[in-house]
């Protein structure tokens, strides 16, 4: 074959080839993306054996609450409940703060977190453990989800150190399921540092891992792959009127819904709402985040909000759809309490209590 031939027929090549290898990579890179997803450390195991998670928030934050905490849990089992997320916290002085460690004028003292853990387990209580952070000092729009300090190094290793020591509290009490974080937007692009946090939790804690990402940022997680559940708060602005009836405020949802079970789909693990609930002003359809509301009390409209949601998210498929948490039920809660999530003596409370008991 002269020169020139060799030429042509290596063109030839190229021209069949590479188009071909180019397929070849990259469906290869997407099924490395969809393995990664399916079968990253740990975040394939099953999910069966656990009842589905309805159940309710109990934050851990009076360090003199021990007896009230544990009314709490006896009262709540009594009326049928299986799940509680508790949530203790870390503090950082302001946004700009590169450290942080649990406070002991805020939380209880750590024998007293395992205290009230082991009483829930002894009660048949499954229970969730959701470190959260906090701020001492804010001001305007200022929170744990716009942190932002000098030297991020300082930052994660303080906060590996709060999420080990939390996660070890996890694995002696048989705590079920363990959230790595919460509503840290601000921190969600580190990738890699936020993998560090998961091998961390993972050398002392095997149970179901997950992360609270707000509702409006879930897509923006970075760390699905190596977590069993998708978990976010869910807050949604739902109707402006606050005499919106229950079929439209199951409309409102009826989007919001179909989003957040596609991303499950794609994602091929079901989605835990860690946090839900509206307070008793009569503006928590159009701002169930803002626990700081304004307006009158009208409870009406927040039992309306609790059928809506357990109407329009009946009947969903367990791959798609493991449950809710309830935000919050607080000790000595009373229905003249303004601005209240708490349940305690509410109009919706029979109707939660049923879902609850799954009734």
Known sequence: MHARQYFLFFIAVVVLILPALALLTGMAAAQRTVSETRAAP??????????????????????????????????????GCHWINFVVNARQHDVKSSHL???????????????????????????????????????????????????WNA???????????????????????????????????????????????????????????????????????????????????????????VDGIRRSWRSIKSRILAFARYMHKPVLLTEIGWDNLQNTLAKPWDYVGTGKINPAVQRRAFAAFIDEWRHIPRNLFAGA??????????????????????????????WIAGR
Not at 217 to 228: A, D, G, Q
């Open 155 to 245: 930052w994660f290793a303080d906060y590996r150190r709060y999420i080990r020591r939390c996660a070890r509290w996890s694995a002696r009490c048989h705590v079920q399921i363990f959230s790595v974080g919460s509503e840290l937007l601000s921190t969600e692009r580190y990738r890699s540092r936020w993998r560090r946090v998961i091998r961390t939790v993972r050398k002392v804690y095997n149970g179901k891992l997950t992360y609270s990402a707000n509702w409006d940022h879930y897509l923006n997680v970075r760390i699905w792959p190596w977590l069993n559940y998708i978990g976010m708060n869910s807050y949604y602005d739902l109707a402006n009127d606050p005499h919106t009836p």
């Open 42 to 79: 740990h975040a394939h195991s099953r999910l069966r054996g656990l009842p589905p998670i309805r159940g309710f928030c109990i934050q851990l934050a009076d360090p003199n609450g021990t007896a009230a905490y544990e009314r709490s849990v006896k009262r709540l089992r009594q009326m």
């Open 325 to 354: 948490m309830i935000w919050q039920w607080q000790p000595g809660a009373k229905p003249t309490d303004y601005g209240t999530y708490s349940l305690q003596g509410e109009p919706a409370l029979p109707l939660v209590a049923n």
């Open 101 to 151: 460690a649990m406070d002991r004028r805020y939380s209880l003292k750590p024998k007293d977190i395992v205290r009230v853990l082991d009483y829930a387990h002894r009660l048949g209580i499954r229970t969730m453990l959701m470190p959260i952070v906090l701020l001492n000092h804010a001001t305007g729009d200022e929170w744990r989800g716009v942190i932002h300090p000098p030297n």
